[in-house]
């Protein structure tokens, strides 16, 4: 009987991209800050993450989502969120996700629900509709027009942004954005990112670039643009990226393509899609809880924009995950990245 951990969860899917949230049975964590308590669940509790969201249980693709307790008095809970290899700062489809679960719990009602991440504390608006709208941290461009050197000779150029996770954003990759192409996709922006790292090119203040962003246009009216999106560990988003969504509407705004307030549609490789807005940060000693705080431990920003994306989750299963203590695989088989 002892030898057996039961773990409570919810999966959802927004836009296609996985979500499993924690509900019951996690680890307690450390900290008054939710970056505090992000670091403790990196160095104490990775067994526990890979048991959750690797094989044999999970896949490369399924975020998760660790409930905590608010640290904000005015927000309905703490999350924390993670994937195959590690921690993430922050997740766009996750934060729709949780809301969708906590809906499905009982826990929320249509409105304004507050969410504390480890880059700070999210907005989200549960509509009646069932559409969930967050608004998210602080994004703006860190460079622009970067050029790097595939192992292949190719030149790409692309913009450097923080929307919640650092990205590089590129348009010149000459590549189809096909989901049929998945796998070749995956590839390039795999080249892509190793060549980022080779010629040491970061975000602010030496800021990994985790995720890797490929647009192109989209054959549907009204859509601004199609993106492949490719994860730190080595999987591509199913939805069109939150993080991505809010790092492309602060490189919009900055180019003067889109005003404040005026809203985009951005659809992924899939084919399901987020609306997206923006509007200017409230000036220093005036913003809200929350607003210009943390950037991937690459010091605040108060600048930059404050994006609001919209999309769509849906619950997909909902039971125990079982840990037996004499299984040699309990804690889930490590995700090799390429070169290694």
């Not at 590549?175 to 390039?188: D, I, P």
């Not at 605040?300 to 619950?315: D, E, L």
Request: aromatic share 6%; charged share 20%.
């Amino acid at each position: 009987m002892g030898a057996l951990r039961r773990i409570r969860f919810v999966d959802s899917h927004t836009g296609g991209e996985p979500t499993r949230v924690i509900v019951n049975g996690g680890p307690d964590l450390d900290g008054a800050t939710m970056e505090t308590r992000r670091a403790d669940f990196a160095a104490r509790f990775d067994a526990f993450r890979s048991a959750v969201v690797n094989e044999p249980r999970g896949s490369d693709v399924l975020v998760g989502a660790l409930l905590t307790e608010p640290v904000s008095l005015d927000s309905v809970a703490g999350v924390i969120f993670f994937n195959n290899v590690g921690t993430l700062w922050m997740c766009g489809h996750g934060t729709i996700g949780v809301v969708e679960t906590l809906r499905h719990l009982g826990r929320v009602e249509p409105g304004p629900i507050g969410l504390d991440t480890p880059v700070g504390r999210v907005v989200a608006t549960l509509h009646e509709s069932g559409d969930v709208s967050f608004e998210n941290v602080p994004s703006y461009r860190h460079r622009t027009a970067v050029p790097v050197r595939l192992a292949s000779g190719q030149t790409v150029t692309g913009d450097i942004a923080w929307g919640g996770n650092w990205f590089y954003l590129c348009q010149d990759h000459g590549q189809v954005l096909e989901l049929s192409r998945a796998a070749a996709l995956t590839e390039f922006c795999w080249q892509v990112r190793e060549a980022l790292e080779r010629e040491g090119v970061t975000g602010a203040e030496g800021g990994l670039i985790d995720h890797i962003e490929l647009l192109g246009p989209s054959a549907h009216p009204g859509v601004l643009a199609k993106n492949f999106v490719l994860c730190p560990g080595g999987a591509y988003d199913r939805s069109p990226c939150g993080t991505g969504t809010s790092a492309k509407l602060a490189c919009l705004f900055e180019d003067g393509k889109i005003a404040e307030g005026e809203e985009i549609v951005l659809e992924s490789i899939t084919g399901s899609v987020f609306r997206g807005k923006v509007r200017k940060p409230l000036p220093l000693g005036a913003q809200r809880e929350g607003e210009g705080v943390g950037d991937g431990g690459s010091g605040s920003r108060s600048n930059g924009v404050i994006p609001t994306v919209t999309g769509r989750a849906w619950v997909t299963a909902e039971g125990d995950l079982l840990l037996d203590r004499s299984d040699p695989i309990r804690d889930g088989l490590p995700t090799p990245l390429r070169g290694t």
